[in-house]
C-alpha cells in the first residue's frame, strides 16, 4: 500500500523536477536577469539536455499514472485501503502533469509574454538598426536582448526574432546611438551580435 502511494508521489515531484530542469535553459536567464545577471552560461549549458529531461518527465508521469490507476492484484493485502489512497493521490498527480506542462511549454511562450514583438512600426523621427544575433536558444532568450537593447542611451525601441535570429532597434535619428553601443549590449545580454542589412 505504502510502497504505490510513494511512488505515485515519487514519479509526480520527479516529472515536475526534470521538467523544470528541461526549462532552465530559459528559466534561468529569466531569473537572474530580474537580479541583473546573465544566464547565458547556463542557458547554453541547460538547452543541449532539454530533449532528455522532457522524455524523463513523459517517463515519470506515466509511472506516477499507472501506480494511480492500476487495479490491485488479486489477494493483495490492504487492496481496498490502497486503491482509496491511490484515488486521493490522483489530484496531486494532475497538478504534477500541469505543472509539468507548464514547464515544458515555458521557454516558447515567455518570449510572446515579455511584451515584445518581432517587428518595429514605423516612425518618422527615427532610423533602424540591424542586427543579427547569434547564441539565442529560445524564445525567452528575446527578452533578454531586448531589455539590455533598451537600455542603451537613444535607443527608442527593439524588437527581437527568435525565428529570424535578427534584433530591429529603433534610434532617435538625430542622436542615434554607436552600434558599438548596441552589439555591447547585446554582448551584456550573452549573446553575439553583428550589423545585418534589412
Known sequence: MGKSISGENAAGAGAVLSAALASMCCILPVGL?????????????FEPLRPYFLVLSAVLLSVGFYFA????AEGEVCAAESS?????SRPMLLVAALSTAAFAVFPSISGFASGGAETLPS?????????????????SCTSA???ELLDVTGVIDAAVSYERKKAEVRVREERPPG??????????????????EN
Open 33 to 45: 536577469g530580474a537580479v541583473g545577471l546573465t544566464g547565458a552560461v547556463l542557458s547554453a549549458f
Open 69 to 72: 490507476f492500476r487495479r490491485p
Open 84 to 88: 482509496r489512497l491511490s484515488r486521493g
Open 123 to 139: 516612425d518618422v523621427n527615427s532610423a533602424v538598426i540591424f542586427l543579427e544575433v547569434d547564441g539565442m536558444t529560445c524564445e
Open 145 to 147: 536582448v531586448r531589455s
Open 179 to 196: 552600434v558599438e553601443l548596441l552589439l555591447e549590449a547585446v554582448k551584456k545580454a550573452g549573446y553575439s551580435a553583428t550589423v545585418a
